[in-house]
């Protein structure tokens, strides 16, 4: 059963704590999505790669967040260092760019529960 | 830019009684457009999608959508619902070309006996 996996499912930490999420896209999907979810701002997308290759994280604070793509079956966010404005739930996703776009079918992981205190 | 609105942050209903949660978009060019679910403690995942052809789409689990370009509408409706369905809703809209999808707030569906 092919599944999307992240890690930690739930991080508590203290503010100034630098924090690494990571992700298992499935295997043969080329694009992978950072999501961060909040209850004020919804689905923000902050981050996300074709073919390990960075195409746009204009959504994620530069000073503070970083995310990359070692190899095709890992995918890392960090926060460093991490603030309390910072807790919310991370999604990370992956899918099948297309030439044309993508066919929108996007699977999720279960999401890491990040509390920063 | 593209941009979805859900008109409805939460939608009470009874159980065995029919559900429409809407979706308006807007965009300067064609779209393609998705509604997923989210159940507690659980990522997201597709209920159905409009790429092109009929503008009556089915999904899973019984519900359908139907895409609606002179209203910029695509709401999500079942005809006779499950406490099961009990969970959150969100529309998604995607231009040709392009591999983000950006989504609405969000509605919860709040099914009770």
């Known amino acids: 059963d092919a599944r999307v996996t992240q890690t930690p499912r739930h991080k508590v930490t203290e503010m100034g704590q630098e924090v690494t999420m990571r992700c298992q896209p499935i295997?043969?999907?080329?694009?992978v999505f950072w999501y961060r979810q909040t209850m004020m701002q919804g689905l923000e997308l902050l981050a996300y790669?074709?073919?390990?290759?960075?195409?746009?994280d204009s959504g994620m604070p530069k000073d503070r967040f970083s995310a990359e793509m070692p190899d095709a079956t890992l995918a890392t966010l960090k926060i460093q260092p991490s603030e309390p404005r910072d807790s919310a739930v991370y999604f990370c996703?992956?899918?099948?760019?297309?030439?044309?776009?993508?066919?929108?079918?996007?699977?999720f992981g279960e999401g890491s529960r990040l509390t920063v205190l | 830019a593209q941009s979805v609105t859900q008109l409805d942050s939460q939608v009470p209903v009874f159980e065995e009684a029919p559900v429409e949660l809407r979706c308006n978009y807007s965009?300067?060019?064609?779209?393609?457009l998705f509604w997923y679910v989210q159940y507690p403690n659980q990522g997201l995942q597709l209920l159905l999608k409009?790429?092109?052809?009929?503008?009556l789409v089915k999904g899973i689990n019984g519900f359908e959508a139907e895409f609606n370009k002179s209203q910029t509408s695509f709401h999500l409706r079942k005809p006779s619902v499950h406490i099961s369905d009990t969970a959150e809703y969100f529309c998604?809209?995607?231009?040709?070309?392009?591999?983000?999808?950006?989504f609405g707030k969000g509605t919860m569906l709040l099914v009770s006996p």
């Open positions: 996703a992956s899918g099948i760019g297309l030439a044309g776009g993508t066919t929108g079918e996007l699977f």
């Open positions: 295997l043969g999907h080329n694009t």
């Open positions: 790669f074709r073919n390990r290759a960075p195409l746009d």
């Open positions: 965009s300067s060019v064609s779209v393609y």
């Open positions: 409009y790429l092109s052809g009929s503008t």
């Open positions: 998604a809209v995607s231009e040709p070309g392009y591999s983000t999808l950006t």
